[in-house]
């Protein structure tokens, strides 16, 4: 396995909304054979559950963030750390500011 050919596409924005799905891709064409594992914590250091569904190419993979502040994101492939992982996301809440 060439870790330098497995990388992710997405987090273009750092700042994700809580309750909202996070999607991204982990593209390991030309990586040769593994398996991509996330690993999402929280602020409070808690594990949030992320969906990896594998492709031709890579992994398709989602979170949803459930509390404010930032998230650890690492990604591994066939059990070595994706290059630039961990990645920090931070969640805030969405307000509406109503003018009167």
């Known amino acids: 396995m060439h870790s330098v050919h497995v990388h992710t596409r ?12 996070v999607p991204f891709e982990i593209i390991t064409a030309g990586a040769g054979k593994g398996q ?3 690993t999402v914590t929280s ?3 808690k594990q949030v559950p992320a969906l990896t569904t594998a ?3 890579g992994s398709n993979c989602k979170f949803i963030p459930l509390e404010t502040g930032p998230h650890s ?15 920090t ?12």
């Open 55 to 57: 492709k031709p190419d």
């Open 10 to 21: 997405a987090f273009l924005v750092a700042d994700v909304t809580v309750g909202k799905e």
């Open 73 to 87: 994101v690492q990604v591994t492939f066939a059990e070595q750390p994706v290059p630039r992982s961990p990645f």
């Open 43 to 45: 602020p409070s250091g």
């Open 89 to 100: 996301v931070t969640a805030t809440e969405v307000r509406c500011i109503v003018h009167t």
């Open 36 to 38: 991509a594992k996330v």
